[in-house]
């Protein structure tokens, strides 16, 4: 049993209906970083949704075997090439719906980074936005229709310790999909961003290589979370699922935390 929001002419109304929900049929996804991890959660949560999905990663190994699990299709995708995201869209495209889920970080206090590293991180986690969206943006517009979602992160909205260059560039990432939705609601389309806390994904893992001190960051953001745990990738994939359905037709501009409260002020 769900619940499936009906607009009529006049008002809104909910029914409940008893089959399976299939909100994205018809629907075509490009998942970035979809590989693993959270990217690989939404990719099948997608495709359970009916979506027909592609995956880009520069991992094609991964993204192949996600692919093949939920029958989509994999791609060579580097975000942070302007080039390659254009070249993807082109090939498989128009996509109705882009998860700009690609993501880094490297962990260190400021003064212990570098140029070096500050460009790495700005790359993949805001170039690869901005490369991603402006590729699939034209093709949303002329088809009139499109949603947007990219993963930020609560760093972006609250700092991080050990993670300055990424808190900026998911900062940026948060700024940026607020100008996308004024930019092209006119369209139909709507950009929206999620911000994580803590989940329970292999780069959040390699803190624990860190020995201690990446055991102790771990440790305290789980404490400073509401929940007191981590999130699960799938948690995740939830609430991008719901804001690239009709369902958040709605919605637009936002930044939804899934963060076990992390974020409240």
């Known amino acids: 049993m769900y619940f499936e929001f009906v607009r009529g002419p006049r008002r809104a109304r909910v029914r409940i209906c008893s089959a399976p929900r299939m909100r994205l049929e018809g629907r075509k ?11 690989a959660a939404i990719a099948r949560r997608l495709a359970a949704e009916a979506a027909s999905v592609v995956i880009g990663d520069l991992n094609t190994e991964g993204a192949g075997k996600v692919a093949n699990e939920v029958g989509g299709e994999a791609v060579g995708l580097d975000v942070t090439e302007v080039a390659s995201a254009a070249a993807v ?40 936005v901005l490369a991603c ?15 947007i979602v990219s993963i930020a992160s609560e760093a972006g909205r609250v700092g991080s310790k050990g993670s300055a260059v990424y808190s900026a560039a998911k900062g940026g990432v948060i700024a ?9 609601a006119r369209f139909g389309i709507t950009a929206n961003a999620i911000a994580p ?29 509401q929940l007191r745990r981590l999130g699960e990738p799938e948690e995740v994939a939830a609430a991008v699922a719901f804001l ?22």
């Open 133 to 147: 969206t402006h590729a699939v943006l034209p093709g949303m517009q002329e088809l009139g229709y499109g949603r």
């Open 197 to 225: 806390g803590p989940i329970d994904t292999p780069l959040l893992r390699r803190a624990t290589e860190l020995g201690e001190i990446g055991d102790r960051v771990i440790e305290k953001m789980t404490d400073a979370t």
């Open 89 to 128: 869209v082109e090939q498989l495209g128009p996509f109705e719906i882009l998860v700009n889920n690609a993501g880094t970080d490297e962990f260190g206090f400021f003064t212990q980074t570098d140029p070096e590293m500050w460009e790495r991180v700005i790359a993949v986690n805001l170039k690869g």
């Open 176 to 184: 940026f999909t607020k100008t996308i939705a004024r930019e092209n």
């Open 244 to 265: 690239v359905s009709d369902e958040a037709s709605y919605v637009t501009g936002e930044t939804l935390g899934v963060s076990g409260g992390l974020g409240m002020v």
């Open 29 to 39: 996804a490009l998942v970035t970083g979809g590989a693993s991890g959270i990217g």
